[in-house]
């Protein structure tokens, strides 16, 4: 696993799915090198997955919360979606 400094991009290859880094105000940024630097300890995690991580952890709780509902709604789209499609079939 090769660590490379927030400050200087995020590991190639890496998917975060975020918009843009370049609106996150530098203490965010901060605290998200933090938190994923004491994650890194962690074994079965592979190192997107470390950042994907940080990032979150890095957010409030309001905004982590948001993120659990929409996911929650994203799950149960996908849940009903997949019994639509075994109906018709």
């Known amino acids: 696993m090769s660590y490379?400094?927030?400050?200087?991009?995020f590991p190639s290859g890496t998917s975060l799915g975020v918009k843009s880094l370049t609106v996150?105000?530098?203490?965010?940024?901060?605290?998200?090198?933090?938190i994923y630097l004491r994650l890194r300890g962690a074994r079965?995690?592979?190192e997107a997955e470390?950042?994907?991580?940080?990032?979150?952890?890095?957010?409030?709780p309001d905004e982590r919360c948001r993120i659990?509902?929409?996911?929650?709604?994203?799950?149960?789209?996908?849940?009903r979606s997949a019994k639509q499609k075994s109906?018709?079939?």
């Open 4 to 9: 490379l400094p927030l400050r200087g991009g």
């Open 68 to 79: 659990s509902l929409q996911t929650a709604r994203s799950a149960l789209s996908l849940r």
């Open 87 to 89: 109906a018709v079939s």
């Open 50 to 60: 470390l950042w994907q991580h940080a990032l979150y952890f890095s957010k409030t």
């Open 44 to 46: 079965g995690i592979d």
């Open 24 to 34: 996150m105000p530098k203490s965010r940024l901060a605290a998200v090198e933090r």
